[in-house]
């Protein structure tokens, strides 16, 4: 949870940072979705305020998009 607008572009950093990381075992595997498990959880990011987030932290507006953008399953690869 994070309470300001710096807390929250970290936040929102650690959480692209995740997604790559998943991303990147995915294509490994040959897999395209992410299937939650209790090792391996649902990354849920809820942003109350978007605006004066944005307002605040513009460059949280970069790691907004990406988190929104893989919100589906990866492109195949064959």
């Not at 507006?61 to 492109?75: D, F, K, N, V």
Request: proline share 9%; aromatic share 6%; hydrophobic share 45%.
């Amino acid at each position: 949870m994070a309470t300001t607008p710096q807390a929250a572009d970290a936040l929102l950093a650690d959480a692209v940072a995740i997604l790559d990381g998943r991303a990147d075992h995915l294509t490994q595997q040959g897999l395209r979705v992410w299937e939650p498990c209790p090792d391996a959880p649902a990354l849920i990011v809820l942003i109350n305020e978007y605006a004066e987030l944005i307002e605040e932290a513009p460059g949280a507006e970069r790691y907004t998009g990406s988190i929104a953008r893989r919100g589906r399953p990866l492109p195949s690869r064959w």
